[in-house]
C-alpha cells in the first residue's frame, strides 16, 4: 500500500502531489519506480513506457541529461482515483544552457494508491541562469519555497 489512497480527498490529493514532487526530486529511479504499480503504463512527451524496469531505465537517462534537476509540481483536479496535476522544472544541460520545462500530467491509481497511468505533456523553454526560479539545494523543495501560483507560472 502506498498512502495516500483512493479515493481522494483535497488534502490526500494534495499530501499526493507533494509525495510524488518530493520522490521525483530525489532524482533516483528506482525509488521513484515504487510509486507506479508494476505494469505502469505511461506516457511521456512522445515516450511509450510500460512497467518499473522501463521507468527506471527512463528516468536514469533523462536525469543524466537533465542535471540541477528541480521540480515543482501543483494539484489541478482531483475525483475518485485520478489526480490532474501541473508542474514546472528547471535544469541545464552538459554544455551549461538552462531550461525550465512546463507540463501537465493526468494520473490514475490502483486501490493500492500506486499510480498505474501516467499521461504527461511537456514544453521546453530556454531560459538564462539569471531568470532560473528554483534555487534550493538539490533534493526536497523547501515548504517555505512558493508554489507555481505564487510564482505567476
Known amino acids: 500500500m502506498r498512502p495516500p489512497l483512493p479515493p481522494f480527498t483535497q488534502d490526500t490529493a494534495i499530501a499526493k502531489v507533494r509525495a510524488a514532487e518530493d520522490a521525483w526530486n530525489s532524482r533516483d529511479p528506482q525509488s521513484v519506480a515504487q510509486a507506479y504499480t508494476p505494469a505502469s503504463r505511461w506516457r511521456n512527451r512522445d515516450s511509450f513506457i510500460t512497467g518499473r524496469g522501463e521507468i527506471v531505465d527512463f528516468l536514469t537517462r533523462k536525469w543524466s541529461r537533465e542535471l540541477d534537476y528541480r521540480l515543482v509540481k501543483e494539484l489541478w483536479?482531483?475525483?475518485?482515483?485520478?489526480?490532474?496535476?501541473?508542474?514546472?522544472?528547471?535544469?541545464?544541460?552538459?554544455?551549461g544552457r538552462w531550461f525550465r520545462s512546463h507540463g501537465n500530467e493526468n494520473w490514475a491509481f490502483d486501490a493500492d494508491g500506486l499510480m498505474a497511468e501516467r499521461h504527461a505533456s511537456i514544453n521546453d523553454q530556454a531560459i538564462g541562469e539569471g531568470d532560473r526560479l528554483f534555487r534550493w539545494p538539490l533534493g526536497r523543495r523547501p515548504d517555505s519555497h512558493p508554489s507555481l501560483s505564487n510564482l505567476g507560472l
Not at 482531483?78 to 544541460?93: K, L, P, S, T
Open 77 to 95: 483536479a482531483f475525483a475518485g482515483n485520478r489526480i490532474a496535476v501541473r508542474f514546472a522544472y528547471e535544469w541545464r544541460d552538459d554544455e
